[in-house]
């Protein structure tokens, strides 16, 4: 495994200040976030946010702090997450950190949310995909735990970033049923970025679910933030 939560001081010092990236507090209030890619790759990502019906909840349609530290640690674990891999992005939003990924050398990309939220990620992708040069990248409806739709339908890396917020107790386990049916068994992981809000106690239900589903493979500290690889029960790690 490249760079375990025993890394060297400075590698964990490092990953740090990835993780406290200018981009925490984001402002939702502007129309786009941009997040930078490393050279030599080109012109960064840019998001919209926040467009549409303005009298309904807006959860899905902002970039939310965690995100951009999803997509430095992406950037860090490329080679090992994401290059010739097929990924899904469950609960996107705006999709940042797929469309990060379709830049990081992943085989496709597909972004999901619920079905009243697609025109954004379909914004976004229009706005950033470069044919030829960027992964494939689709956007497909994905409420959790209906999955009738998806049978069949597995993938090398899951992301799933900031979706816990004080849900109820059917909805985490739908998640985790979701972020279950969507890992291949065979080489799969799930990078899931929690932002630690004082909501733990509450949150604890769903990481029990993942528990019954998951190994833990490794948990990085970012403050606030916490990443997390999961890989299927007995599955094979990559």
Same mark, same amino acid.
């Given at each position: ?69 999803? !997509? ?22 705006? /999709?940042?950190? /797929? ?42 409806? !994905? ?43 065979? /080489? /799969? ?48 790690? !990559?």
């Amino acid at each position: 495994m490249e760079a375990s939560p025993n890394s060297s001081d400075a590698e964990r010092d490092r990953r740090g200040a990835r993780g406290s990236h200018s981009f925490r507090g984001v402002d939702r209030r502007a129309a786009t976030v941009s997040f930078a890619l490393p050279p030599p790759r080109r012109s960064p990502v840019t998001v919209y946010q926040n467009i549409g019906k303005t009298n309904v909840d807006a959860t899905a349609r902002w970039v939310w702090d965690t995100a951009p530290v999803m !997509c430095g640690f992406l950037i860090d674990h490329a080679k090992r997450l994401l290059a010739g891999r097929s990924v899904v992005e469950v609960g996107a939003g705006t /999709g940042l950190p /797929g469309l990060v990924a379709a830049r990081l050398e992943a085989a496709s990309v597909v972004l999901t949310d619920l079905p009243s939220e697609l025109e954004l990620l379909e914004k976004n992708v229009e706005a950033n995909v470069v044919q030829g040069k960027d992964a494939d990248v689709t956007v497909r409806a !994905c409420a959790w735990g209906e999955l009738d739709d998806w049978q069949g339908d597995v993938f090398d890396t899951v992301l799933c970033s900031d979706v816990l917020y004080h849900q109820p107790r059917n909805v985490l386990e739908a998640l985790a049923n979701t972020l279950e049916a969507l890992c291949s068994k065979r /080489g /799969g992981v799930v990078v899931f970025a929690y932002h630690f809000r004082e909501n733990l106690i509450h949150d604890a239900q769903f990481f029990e679910f993942i528990d019954e589903r998951f190994d833990e493979r490794a948990r990085f500290d970012f403050g606030d933030v916490w990443m997390f690889e999961w890989v299927p029960n007995r599955g094979e790690a !990559c």
